[in-house]
């Protein structure tokens, strides 16, 4: 019992570690540093301790010293309760979605089980989506209780977007959950040991379909009218200041670290290597002991997910330094006409090809 | 869209005008309507940029060719041209006096009022010579066009190539009085002789050498 | 569906955008009435950027106008310092050496192609693409490193005078060009893969904003705005000035006049600059670069220095400004967004009795709500961006 409570508090801290330690400092620098490295810039590098500035590194840092230090702003005629709440109803889905995603598999160490997962619901997908259509709520409100008509259109468009996308999104898995016949994460991760099972060869329309709507959800270029600068300032969150601006933009990095998670526990493989199956990386371990190799194989499948993860934050980041973006009418248009329907046709041609199998 | 042209462009006829029609293939085809390979081409080519730039900083190359086009500017310069026209500065003889006649030109061609001078006279061995009492010079007004260099007949107001430590934080600072202005002859030997060259006689075209009209319009 | 649009109580939302909105570079203001998203008005209220050109040169001597018009528009000043330049000429009758001109000319369309690389980019980077933005940037800085090599500055030029230059070209122009020309048409490339098929940059730019060319022509349109709409006129071509009647080079057009049809002619004009300029430096002549007439040049250093008539007539014209002629002259040039106009009236005094500017952004910024009406409000960022008003020439 002790034991198993050890592990959730381990396997929580780790998660929220990663993510609020890890990501979600470090891809503002990613973001900064990556675009002007495509862009034929340097990036941020001023920030220095004792002359030693890390590749701008210190960035995030002084980032965050400045940000709590900033006057926390409530506009006259603004709803307090709600403006002040919007925030925090964005970031709390983009960090609770994660805990469903496992990012390792199971494995016996000193006779105790571990399941590197935080809560291996059988329901894991629809967690998710449950969860990750909450991040609407945030967004509205902020819009909403700002009371200033920049706001306003940016929640209009926020909540028009993301209701819309949502559908186009539920639909792209369903040909996944078809195929691999579960919406247990675990047991679709421990499905695609084998190279060519992998979700993008199975499903390499879901992919593409679900990429993209997860983009569309979470408000980056080519999808961020609800945002866009140059037509409505800074839509949503036009009116927030400090710590509570700075929580929407780690909702915003936290989301895209979790579809980095999702798209790689569906489509990439999860944690296993490619053809490299657990068997012959535990052979190869095998000089450590038995219990020594199966830590070594965690260590190693950890290590792999992540990496993954990282690429799939790279590639978001490259698609968003590369796109002009969308007209409002056109994203609606995208997402009800084209990627519905092909969603919907790609479920279609799924069902046909598991029935007949 | 068909719209005749009912009017004649300047002298010559519009079939001869020849001009280029930018817009050729309007409709896309369906692979490019599939929004994927054509963002497909624009990330191969920012991470065409990307990897270059990543090599270009991991391994930097010898030389000066780089891509990254940033220059780090306090600890890096870049080279400026002899034709930059920075700070304007008072040219100062070998003896420590300002070679400055207090004629007023510049004052007067300032195209934004930054110059005011009073002219003075002094001794200078057994002559008298013309000295500016007080030259000010507004920081905060000039616009470095670089015409009181241009009309000075006695090569004594140059552009330096100065252009850091303009910026102050108080006004009553920019305005710059001659003691701060005057920068020894020495260093602004190279502007100088700039200075003479553009406005060197060889510059000149004689109307009646060459087959030029100065037609009087009244 | 008819009951629920008659009963469902809405109202119009008005907004300002500007005079401080990511958009409104050039500080303009559009006071735009929304209905959801739909443009149902529009107006336009420019003045923000207003410094009193036109009154500040009839105060001044006609040489001290050149840094004035600097600042009128100020991605291509040089333009502008031509334009006056070949006015102030006309209006006094005089010819400038053949040296001079080509060197016009190829100055001019420097500063045109500066011009139009920051309208691009700034297209590009307004409609969310900052790396093409980032691109085109360095290719107009190479271009400006240029022109800071012979007017020795980048933006505040001051480099035309009547009758003459102020300075010759460097030594090594040429070949500096050619490397910098190299690298330009290098990010062209990029940036026109990376926008002139992408589905979604053609979405935004396609049929928006679209002039038809007899409705272009009676706004007053000018430059690559009415070319878009398929009328070739081009000043260059219909009256050409300087040398422009010796270059080889094409007009491009379009055919529908919406902004695609605009990015794309600025696109290919940024080709037809590059050969322009490649064209001028190859039949460059050498000689001369002043006309050598004291009533109107500012004299030679070694004149001045040597000579008392000279410096007592140095003195006479710097203090009392040139003479020129009484009379009036309109001179156009075609600037980066248009036909450039200068009229200028003359009372034979030093200084200009009159100088009136004809802004080319200034009909095509009055056409705003005439293109925008209709649309979402999305479209005005395309729209405004190949407009291209510039703050400094439409309010002077």
Avoid at chain 2, 66 to 82: D, H, S
Avoid at chain 3, 31 to 40: A, K, P, S
């Amino acid at each position: 019992m002790i034991a198993e409570l050890i592990e959730a508090v381990a396997k929580i801290l780790f998660i929220f570690g990663v993510n609020m330690g890890f990501f979600a400092p470090i891809l503002g620098w990613v973001e900064r540093k990556q675009s002007a490295v495509m862009q034929d810039r340097v990036g941020a590098n001023r920030a220095d301790i004792l002359g030693f500035t890390l590749i701008g590194l210190l960035h995030p840092l002084t980032d965050t010293i400045k940000i709590l230090t900033k006057e926390d702003f409530i506009p006259a005629g603004a709803n307090k309760l709600f403006h002040t709440l919007a925030p925090f109803i964005s970031l709390t889905p983009a960090l609770i979605t994660f805990a469903v995603i496992p990012f390792g598999g199971q494995y016996e160490i000193f006779g105790h089980r571990i399941n590197l997962v935080i809560a291996d619901l059988d329901v894991g997908i629809l967690f998710i989506f449950a969860f990750a259509s909450l991040a609407t709520y945030g967004t509205v409100l902020a819009g909403w209780s700002s009371n200033n008509n920049w706001s306003f259109l940016g929640g209009l468009r926020a909540a028009a977007q993301m209701l819309s996308y949502e559908v186009a999104m539920g639909l792209s898995i369903i040909g996944i959950i078809m195929v691999y016949g579960s919406l247990r994460l675990t047991e679709i991760g421990a499905m695609q040991e084998n190279f060519l099972r992998w979700g993008i060869f199975l499903q390499p329309v879901g992919f593409i379909l679900f990429l993209t709507c997860a983009i569309a959800e979470n408000k980056r270029v080519p999808f961020d009218i609800p945002e866009a600068e140059t037509e409505i300032v800074a839509g949503y969150f036009t009116e927030y200041s400090s710590m509570k601006f700075i929580m929407f933009w780690m909702a915003e990095f936290l989301e895209v670290v979790t579809i980095s998670g999702i798209v790689t526990t569906l489509f990439l493989g999860a944690w296993h290597l490619p053809f490299v199956s657990s068997e012959k990386l535990l052979s190869l371990f095998g000089f450590a002991g038995p219990n020594l190799s199966i830590v070594l194989l965690m260590l190693t499948n950890i290590v792999t997910f992540f990496a993954k993860i990282i690429f799939m934050i790279w590639l978001q980041m490259t698609i968003r330094w590369t796109l002009p973006r969308f007209r409002y009418d056109q994203i609606m248009k995208l997402g009800w006409k084209i990627l519905l329907p092909i969603s919907l046709i790609n479920i279609f041609i799924t069902g046909l090809v598991v029935l007949l199998k | 869209m068909n719209y005749e042209l009912n009017y004649t462009i300047g002298s010559i006829p519009l079939d001869k005008l020849k001009p280029k029609k930018v817009r050729k293939n309007i409709e896309l085809t369906l692979w490019e309507r599939l929004y994927i390979p054509e963002i497909i081409r624009g990330m191969y080519i920012t991470t065409r940029h990307f990897t270059i730039n990543m090599i270009g900083f991991v391994f930097p190359p010898k030389g000066k060719k780089r891509k990254i086009f940033t220059v780090y500017y306090p600890e890096e310069k870049l080279t400026i041209p002899i034709a930059y026209r920075g700070r304007p500065v008072l040219v100062q003889r070998e003896d420590g006096k300002e070679k400055c006649v207090a004629c007023g030109l510049c004052e007067r061609i300032c195209p934004a009022l930054a110059i005011s001078i009073v002219g003075g006279e002094r001794h200078r061995g057994n002559d008298m010579e013309r000295y500016p009492v007080a030259y000010t010079l507004d920081m905060s007004r000039c616009v470095y066009c670089g015409l009181c260099e241009e009309v000075c007949p006695h090569e004594a107001i140059v552009m330096s190539d100065e252009y850091i430590g303009l910026a102050e934080y108080d006004r009553k600072n920019m305005i710059y009085p001659k003691e701060k202005l005057l920068v020894p002859v020495a260093r602004l030997k190279d502007r100088i002789e700039y200075v003479r060259k553009i406005y060197g006689k060889n510059n000149y075209q004689i109307p009646s050498t060459n087959n030029q009209i100065i037609t009087k319009s009244q | 569906m008819t009951d629920l649009a008659k009963n469902l109580h809405t109202e119009h939302m008005v907004i300002n955008m500007g005079p401080s909105h990511p958009v409104t570079h050039g500080t303009v203001k559009f006071l735009v009435t929304l209905d959801g998203e739909t443009i149902v008005d529009f107006y336009v209220e420019i003045g923000y950027l207003h410094r009193g050109f036109e009154k500040m040169c009839e105060n001044s001597t006609w040489e001290q106008v050149f840094p004035y018009t600097d600042r009128l528009n100020y991605l291509s000043p040089i333009i502008n310092n031509v334009g006056y330049a070949l006015a102030v000429e006309k209006l006094i009758g005089i010819d400038t050496p053949e040296r001079c001109k080509y060197i016009r000319v190829i100055t001019s369309e420097l500063s045109r192609m500066a011009d139009h690389y920051t309208n691009i980019a700034a297209s590009a980077l307004e409609l969310g693409a900052l790396t093409a933005f980032l691109y085109f940037v360095e290719a107009r800085e190479l271009v400006w490193d240029l022109l800071e090599s012979f007017c020795g500055a980048r933006l505040t030029s001051n480099y035309i005078r009547i009758g003459g230059l102020k300075n010759d070209l460097p030594d090594g122009f040429k070949e500096d060009t050619k490397e910098v020309f190299k690298r330009c048409r290098e990010l062209w490339v990029d940036v026109d893969k990376l926008l002139t098929k992408n589905r979604i940059f053609l979405d935004r730019m396609r049929d928006i904003g679209i002039m038809p060319p007899d409705e272009a022509i009676a706004w007053g349109f000018t430059g690559p705005c009415l070319r878009a709409s398929g009328v070739p006129y081009d000043v260059r071509k219909a009256q050409p000035y300087l040398v422009y009647d010796k270059m080889n080079f094409e007009i491009p057009i379009g055919e529908t006049g919406d902004n695609f049809d605009r990015y794309l002619v600025r696109m290919e004009e940024l080709n037809q600059s590059m050969r322009i300029v490649e064209q001028a430096l190859e039949e460059l002549p050498s000689g001369p670069i002043n006309v050598d007439i004291p009533e109107y040049r500012w004299q030679s250093k070694d004149d001045i220095y040597t000579k008392i008539e000279s410096l007592i007539f140095h003195f006479k014209t710097v203090t009392g400004g040139i003479r020129v002629p009484p009379g009036e002259v309109y001179f156009p040039v075609e600037g980066a967004n248009g036909e450039l106009g200068f009229y200028l009236v003359s009372d034979g005094n030093g200084k200009p009795y009159k100088c009136r500017v004809r802004p080319p952004c200034f009909p095509l910024t009055a056409a705003m709500p005439r293109m925008v009406k209709g649309a979402l409000i999305a479209d005005i960022v395309p729209t405004f961006d190949m407009v291209h008003m510039i703050g400094g020439e439409c309010d002077r």
